[in-house]
């Protein structure tokens, strides 16, 4: 059931159900994928999921947090103490509304957006805030079940070209080659579109639509699982 989409009255009937809120990110994603394409991986999860689990799906959060694509054209990031603030006075607003059980379920894996989320949820574990919650990234999902032919595969490559070209094909402009960043080991540097010019982590090469479509339907199986281990 999405919130988007649903009455007061509505709400009132299905609040005791899960609740998965969507976080993506606007970000580059290579020369041939949607800024939009964390936030649109996961809320079609998440309203898949909530299909077959009778979970809420609240609207997305669109921002994110981005470190190593922040120079690239297009990224908007937000820092991690206002992800954080911001997942909390969300669930806040939930628990207000009599929801208890939650999944953060995020499109975008940067490690600093996930430490962001998961700090969010500690606190409210450990505010005795939530009955449950859990917080997790595609990336967390995928396994070498998926068989994904690309090795190290993480941004705008085989998987999400592929769950794009399922998702929304209409926004998969053409393919360029496999490529990944060259950033240098421990040092930090400012002029991240240096080490990595094309934004890609991955084989675009190797998406196909079919391959969007088994990888949907994987990582849809693992976000249930999730679902029902927060119902319990
Ligand atoms: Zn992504």
Redesign the pocket.
Known sequence: MYIEAISMLEFEQERGRVVIIPFG?I?E?GPHLPLA??TT?AYELAIAAGEKTKALVAPPVYYGVCRSTKEHPGTITISASVLRRLAKDIIKGFVRQRCQRFVLFS???GTIHMAALKEAGEDLVEENVVKRIAVVSILDLVDKDLKLETENDS??GEL?TSLMLYLRPQWVKEFPKEDYPYFPKFLLVKEKRKYWPTGIWGNPQAASREKGERFFHYLLGKLIKVVEMVKE
Do not use: Q
Request: avoid cysteine; glycine fraction near 8%.
């Open positions: 990110s970000e994603h394409t964390d991986t499109g975008h894996a941004h705008a999400e």
